[in-house]
């Protein structure tokens, strides 16, 4: 059955929720979801050209607009960091602002309805195209893996290899009840990127689904017409907060993170 062919609201939320899958090896493991892959890597060199076009004219006297606009925003998640982080790492700040800005870029093609970008690319031959990556679950979880490893580097920078070990073993009951201890700390370790990554995941996939069926909602007829342009004006308002909130929070809880991995218990 062809894509045109696909009327039914069910086929066409399906198609839009289908990967552009490639296969690596043998085995469903080594799948890597291409339209993830590229648009995510497409996002994160605009957001370098963006930030790079603002400092290339760079001036200390009365800055231009978009300067101004880089400089307000940088500044704000520098101070998210350091107001949380009271360490001496200075990798926090610009490990906050990538979150922050590549995140909000990712969550941002929400709001480009899905045929925008899935239409012209099956003229293209492209059968495919998830184009919201954060709503990808391997996306999320790339991210928040990045940031266990992060804080894996911290905690050993801080503490070392011995001083990790003794803290795993030994916190919080005391080095009696070691067995308890570790089973504690290897949950406490491994949760920390998994709800990282289904949080941010949920919210992005749940408004998806949402948006599909609001435009499932207009191709019924003119009443239909009228319903889902009043829900899905709506509903995208609602996510002007929602997408810079779960890039906030994302960036927020990584912060934290790093900032406990330093601590000593």
């Known amino acids: 059955m062809t894509v045109e062919a696909e009327l039914t609201p069910a086929s066409y939320i399906g198609h839009h929720l289908q990967y552009l899958e ?83 870029l990712l969550n941002a093609t929400k709001f480009i309805p899905a045929d925008f970008i899935a239409k012209p690319l099956e003229l293209l031959g492209v059968p495919y195209w998830k184009p919201v990556p954060t709503a990808d679950v391997n996306a999320t979880l790339g991210l928040s893996i990045s940031v266990f490893f992060l804080t894996l580097f911290f905690a050993l920078k801080s503490k070392g290899v011995g001083g990790l070990t003794k803290e795993f073993l030994t916190a919080p009951f005391g080095k009696w009840m070691v067995p308890f201890n570790l089973i504690l700390n290897i949950v406490e370790w491994l949760s920390k990127p998994v709800s990282l990554a289904m949080r941010l995941f949920g919210n992005m996939f749940g408004g998806e689904i949402v948006f599909l069926l609001i435009w499932v909602l207009g191709g019924a007829g003119i009443l239909g017409m009228l319903g889902g342009a009043t829900f899905g004006l709506g509903w995208m308002i609602f996510h002007i907060l929602v997408v810079p909130l779960q890039a906030f929070i994302f960036m927020m809880l990584s912060i934290v993170y790093l900032s406990l991995a330093e601590d000593s218990h």
Do not use: C, N
Request: charged fraction near 15%.
């Open 22 to 104: 490639k296969q690596v090896g043998e085995g469903s493991f080594w799948t890597l979801h291409l339209d993830t892959l590229i648009t995510s890597g497409l996002l994160g060199l605009l957001m370098v050209l963006a930030f790079w076009l603002a400092t290339r004219k760079a001036t200390s006297g009365v800055p231009g607009k978009w300067q101004a606009f880089v400089e307000i925003m940088l500044e704000f998640a520098d101070r998210q960091a350091r107001d949380i982080y009271h360490g001496k790492s200075k990798l926090v700040t610009p490990i906050a602002i990538t979150l922050f800005f590549w995140i909000l």
